[in-house]
């Protein structure tokens, strides 16, 4: 399986602007540009997007180990926060709540830490991921 997106972007770094556009079009010509990505301008940016994949990999990976492990999941939300510091990004954090029905904390907390290691956004990165997870 194979998967895009394209960056199209014009002008000088700073004064320029870009657009986003993924293969399934639910990103269709977002914008972007340095306001988006280093202060508070509309649009969205790199590491915003990183973050999103991180989160939505992650909740995925982390359904299926739950799942796989015979529990019933009501829900998982995970927040991810990219630190990105002298253009470098050095974390990946994630918050995850969740509800699953039965489970222990310490087989969750195991399952959190399986899914951290082994979704394939958080293989691609050379970067420390940590997280926090707690059950409601």
């Known amino acids: 399986m194979k998967r895009n997106a394209t960056a199209v972007w014009q002008g000088t770094v700073k004064d320029g602007r870009g657009k986003i556009t993924t293969q399934s079009k639910i990103l269709d010509n977002a914008q972007y540009s340095f306001k988006t990505r280093f202060e508070d301008g509309i649009g969205t940016n790199p590491e915003e997007l990183v973050a999103a994949a991180h989160a939505g990999c992650f909740t995925m990976q982390l359904s ?21 510091v002298d253009f470098t990004i050095i974390g990946s954090h994630l918050t995850v709540t969740a509800k699953i029905n039965g489970i222990t904390d310490d087989a969750f907390q ?18 420390e991921i940590t997280s926090t997870a707690t059950l409601v």
């Open 64 to 84: 299926a180990f739950v799942g796989e492990g015979g529990f019933e999941i009501e829900n998982i939300e995970t927040r991810c926060e990219i630190n990105l």
């Open 110 to 127: 195991e399952f959190v830490t399986k899914a951290e290691k082994n979704c394939p956004i958080s293989k691609l990165f050379n970067t």
